[in-house]
C-alpha cells in the first residue's frame, strides 16, 4: 500500500474564479481564414486541437456569440493557419473586431499568400497551414465545437507562436523537420497552393 503523497499545491496557489487554472495552458495561435481572396476574412484562435488521427480530424472552440462562428458555419470550409513565431501582431490584428480591415496593418499587401487547393486564403509565412472541411458543430457550455476533417496539410518553416497566460511567445526550441510535407507552392496571391501531401 502506496503512502500518501499530500496536496500537489498549495492552498494559496490553488485556482479561483478570477485567476482561472486554464490561464495557464500554453497553446498554438492559429488564424482560421475562409472566403476567397476578393473578400478573405480570418479569426484568431488558441483552441485547435488534434481530434483524430485517422481519419485526420481538428477541432475548435469558439463562443456562441462570435460573429466568425456564424461565417465559419456558413461556409463550411476554413483553412487553419498556424502562425509562426514572428507574426504576433498579425495574432493580435485578427483578434479585433475590425479584424478583416487591412488598410492600416503594415505589409497589408502581403499578408494573404494564395489560396488552398479549394480556393480559401492562405494567409503568407505561416508555420503551417491544415485545410479543413467542417463536419459537426456541438454545443460545449458557452462555446461551440466545431469537428472538422483535414483535406490537406502543409509545414512552412520557423518557431510556431504560442499562447500562455496572456502572452504571445515564441518557443526555445526548432520545431522538429517533417520531409514529408513542404510549405505551399503560391506563385502570386491569385494562384493556388499545391501541397506536397495529405495529413496523416
Known amino acids: ?26 497553446s498554438g495561435v492559429a488564424v482560421l481564414s475562409h472566403g476567397d481572396l476578393k473578400r478573405p476574412r480570418g479569426v484568431t484562435v488558441s483552441t485547435v486541437t488534434l481530434a483524430s ?14 460573429r466568425a462562428l456564424a461565417e465559419l458555419l456558413d461556409a463550411r470550409t476554413f483553412v487553419v493557419n498556424h502562425l509562426s ?9 485578427f483578434a479585433r473586431r475590425d479584424r478583416n480591415a487591412l ?11 494564395g489560396r488552398s487547393a479549394g480556393g480559401t486564403p492562405l494567409l503568407s509565412a505561416a508555420a503551417s497551414w491544415l485545410d479543413c472541411q467542417v463536419e459537426r458543430s456541438l454545443p460545449v457550455g458557452d462555446h461551440i ?26 518557443p526555445l526550441c ?5 520531409p ?15 501541397h506536397n501531401a495529405s495529413a496523416t
Open 103 to 113: 488598410d492600416s496593418f503594415p505589409g497589408a499587401s502581403t499578408v494573404w499568400g
Open 53 to 66: 488521427v485517422t481519419p485526420p480530424l481538428v477541432s475548435v472552440a469558439l463562443r456562441r456569440t462570435s
Open 1 to 26: 500500500m502506496s503512502a500518501p503523497i499530500g496536496p500537489a499545491w498549495s492552498a494559496e496557489a490553488r485556482a479561483t474564479p478570477r485567476t482561472p487554472l486554464t490561464s495557464h495552458f500554453t
Open 174 to 178: 526548432d520545431p522538429p523537420a517533417s
Open 145 to 170: 465545437l466545431l469537428l472538422a476533417r483535414v483535406l490537406d496539410a502543409a509545414v512552412g518553416t520557423g518557431k510556431p507562436l504560442l499562447h500562455c497566460a496572456g502572452q504571445l511567445l515564441a
Open 180 to 194: 514529408p510535407l513542404t510549405r505551399p507552392a503560391v506563385s502570386s496571391a491569385t494562384g493556388d497552393a499545391r
Open 85 to 93: 513565431a514572428d507574426q504576433s501582431s498579425l495574432a493580435r490584428h
